[in-house]
Every structure is written in C-alpha cells, then in structure tokens.
C-alpha cells in the first residue's frame, strides 16, 4: 500500500505489487537527496519535410520521448548504525538495497514491467510510471563511516506525471422521457427504453490525460461521450459483468471483469486508444445505451496530468 509521504519524500513501488517499496528523500530513510531531482524533458521528434522547389517546410507531427528524473542520492546511514551493525555494514546493506531497484531482473528482463514513482511536493502526491536505470555510486573513504554518494535516474514511459488519486465520475442510465412508436408499425409491437445519463467531468491538472472507461451491464451498445471523445462498445454486456476501455500506455487495452479481450467490439467511432486522451477543463460526459432495467452505469475515471510534480 502507498506510504503517506511528507514533504521532499519519494517512494518507488512495484508496479503488480504495491506492497513492495522503497522510500527516499529524508534523512531518516537513510537516503538523503542531496538536491531536488532534475526533470529533464524527451527530445523532440518531428516528421518535417522540405517545400518542393520552395523555401520552408510542411511541418508533421510533433513527438516527445518520455520524461526522466535525475537524481543525487546520499546513502547516509551513521545515525542508522545499532548495536549489531556498525556505521560500515549498515551502509553497505542500505547500499545493496538501493541497488536492488536499479537491478531488478525481473524489471529489466519483461518489456510490460513497470515501477511506479511517487513524491509529495508542495501539499500534493504526484506519481509517473516508469522503470528505474542509471545507477552509479562514488567509491570513498567515507564508506566508513556510513555515507555514499549515488547518481542515478528514473525513466518515465511518456511524458507526464499525474495525481496520485484518480478521479471519478460515475453515470446512470435514465430513461428518455419522449419515447413512443415509429410509423411504419408492423407487428408484433415491441419497445425498449432509450436511456441516457449525463455528468460532468472536471479535468485539472496542465496536460491533456487518459480518461480509462468502465462500462457496467446489464447494457447493449453502451457508448460514453466525453467532450469531444466517443467511448463506446457494439455489443451487449450482460449484468453482473464489466468491460474496461483502457488507453494509458501501461494498461492499454479492452477487457472484460476476468481479462477477456473485448478489442473487438469498439465502435466505429471510438478513436485508437492511443489518442484516447482529453485537456484539462470541463467536458460534459454522456453515457448511453439500452437497459432495460435501467441499472447499468458507465464510470469514468481519470488523474490529472503535468509536466512535473
């Protein structure tokens, strides 16, 4: 589970196991950043072409690799030291416990692996995904006496860190009060309820982020509009069950409640997922579809996003 940070305190996480951390940042963990971490931004990548027979160019898409945080570690473990373990040894063992993140096999070896980073700066908990890699430590003499410098860095999958508490909407189906029959009628007469909920949904936070989809059955055809995003699904969820739209790049996917792909059934008109992503502000969010029950819902979830903690 999450630690409750304080100011200037980082902790990384198990991405699969929450209850796997290390936390750093204070004199009192034994590992003491020397100074706040350096954010350093992707390098742009753009898809610009030369104007034929012209001065200039056509410009394309603009890309960004992923964020990184470089960061000055002090191992100081001299107040650390107990009656069984000497400023020295505490060091070392504190040392090999840093390493350890930055060594993970299991980490380095599977390309789905992922940590999580967190930090609490300024009164609010940030958190960015992503694996820890650059590891270098000083050799020195005051090894002895229980302190070690480390270099060392945090590779961040795209280029945002986001709250650490997701927000959440969630839409009930209602039934549509101007219901009726159509002409031509031909028998026999059937109706079902038209249904429709509608919330809105504040996105704070500088960056545009992934809002992740939770369609609840029983609901045929359910689709979500969000702003200008349409999430919706051409099939029918029976009750009980639920089907996630997911497009962060850490857990992008369309899955059922027991992780049954439902990547086929995205409507037409539900964009790739990875442009599944709307800007901070206030969007109206829509959910429909058909229930007659009229207990399904659709939940939206979402963290807010910036470039930095």
Not at 77 to 102: C, E, G, I, K, P
Not at 134 to 152: D, H, I, M, N
Request: charged share 25%; hydrophobic share 35%.
């Amino acid at each position: 589970m999450p630690t409750l940070l304080r100011e200037h305190q980082w902790e990384l996480l198990d991405f699969n196991d929450e209850d796997r951390f290390l936390l750093f940042g204070t004199e009192d963990t034994g590992y003491l950043t020397l100074k706040p971490p350096e954010w350093a931004g992707g390098d742009a990548r753009d898809s610009d072409t030369d104007r034929a027979q012209e001065d200039g160019r056509y410009f394309g898409r603009d890309l960004r690799g992923g964020l990184q945080a470089n960061f000055e570690i002090g191992v100081l473990t001299d107040h650390l030291a107990t009656l069984d373990s000497d400023a020295y040894q505490t060091n070392v063992d504190y040392l090999a416990a840093l390493r350890s993140w930055w060594d993970d096999e299991d980490l380095r070896s599977k390309s789905w692996e992922l940590a999580v980073l967190r930090t609490f700066v300024a009164g609010r908990v940030w958190r960015a995904y992503g694996r820890p890699r650059r590891f270098s430590e000083a050799a020195s003499k005051l090894q002895l006496l229980g302190y070690t410098p480390v270099v060392c860095d945090f590779a961040v999958i795209d280029n945002s860190v986001y709250a650490d508490e997701a927000a959440q909407l969630n839409v009930a189906l209602v039934s549509v009060p101007d219901g009726g029959l159509i002409a031509p009628l031909i028998a026999p007469l059937t109706t079902t309820p038209a249904t429709m909920g509608e919330r809105t949904a504040v996105v704070a936070g500088t960056r545009s982020t992934w809002p992740w989809v939770e369609f609840v059955g029983p609901v045929t055809n359910p689709k979500a509009q969000i702003g200008p995003l349409t999430v919706g699904l051409s099939t029918s969820i029976p009750e009980g069950t639920t089907v996630t739209v997911d497009p962060r790049p850490w857990s992008r996917g369309v899955t059922r409640d027991d992780g049954a792909s439902y990547a086929g059934y995205l409507s037409p008109d539900t964009p790739v997922l990875r442009e599944l992503k709307i800007r901070p502000g206030s969007h109206q969010v829509i959910y429909s579809g058909i229930d007659a029950t009229g207990t399904s819902e659709c939940i939206v979830r979402w963290r807010d996003a910036r470039s930095r903690p």
